[in-house]
């Protein structure tokens, strides 16, 4: 079935760790987005990709890196520089109709030890 | 700036009909849409509006007035499996397809 896959579901860091959060799709969409979520809050934008090889800073990117080197995958680093990086993930992505439908996938949760 | 605001929560009972507001202020946008999120779950894409007017989709309706910077989700004969978040998120015209997304509004239903 066609859909986006988020990797791992619960991740624990410690302080002035690195991870990596995978996002795959499946759905052959160009448009690829990280937002995250904080507990009673809305989503905020991280980063966003129209096409392979390309990306933007949304509206919360620092402390944050992505990469965009297959169509399929776009992974989000949560570096040691965020300050806050506890909370849930997701990841979603958009076809070229005009449906204004995002298809997200089931989050990852960070928590910070 | 870009910001879109809804009320924090809203109650109401098994069958009745809800509303949810969403008031927006920014330039460039052109068109809103509606995600319901349950508890732990990803969000659920529930209507777009590309155009000022009403759209319906089964129990759900939304609304848009750009001209007004308002919006809004109409749930008719509510169930308790509507108890989620709603969402409404702004379609910005940067050249590409950014949204933004409102605060959120809990909606618990009621027996």
């Known amino acids: 079935d066609g859909g986006i896959t988020q990797s791992p579901k619960y991740l624990f860091r410690k302080e002035g760790q690195n991870v990596t959060l995978s996002c795959e799709q499946n759905?052959?969409?160009?448009?690829m987005y990280w937002y995250r979520q904080d507990p009673g809050q809305g989503l905020r934008l991280i980063y966003y990709s129209q096409i392979v090889n390309d990306f933007q800073k949304g509206d919360i990117a620092e402390g944050y890196s992505v990469s965009r080197e297959k169509k399929e995958s776009f992974p989000l680093t949560v570096t040691s520089a965020q300050k806050n990086p506890t909370a849930f993930y997701l990841c979603?992505?958009?076809?070229?109709?005009?449906?204004?439908?995002?298809?997200f996938g089931e989050g990852s949760r960070l928590t910070v030890l | 700036g870009q910001s879109l605001e809804q009320p924090s929560e809203v109650t109401a009972v098994e069958g009745a009909i809800v509303q949810i507001n969403c008031t927006y202020q920014?330039?460039?946008?052109?068109?809103l849409s509606w995600y319901q999120q349950h508890d732990g779950g990803a969000p659920t894409f529930l209507s777009y509006n590309a155009l000022d007017g009403l759209e319906e989709t089964g129990r759900f309706s939304s609304f848009l007035s750009r001209s007004d910077s308002y919006g809004y989700l109409l749930l008719q004969e509510l169930q308790m499996k509507d108890s989620a978040s709603y969402f409404c998120a702004g379609h910005m015209n940067t050249g590409f397809q950014k949204l933004v997304f409102g605060t959120g509004t809990r909606l618990l239903v009621s027996p």
């Open positions: 979603a992505s958009k076809g070229s109709q005009n449906t204004g439908e995002l298809f």
């Open positions: 920014t330039s460039g946008f052109y068109g």
């Open positions: 759905l052959n969409h160009d448009a």
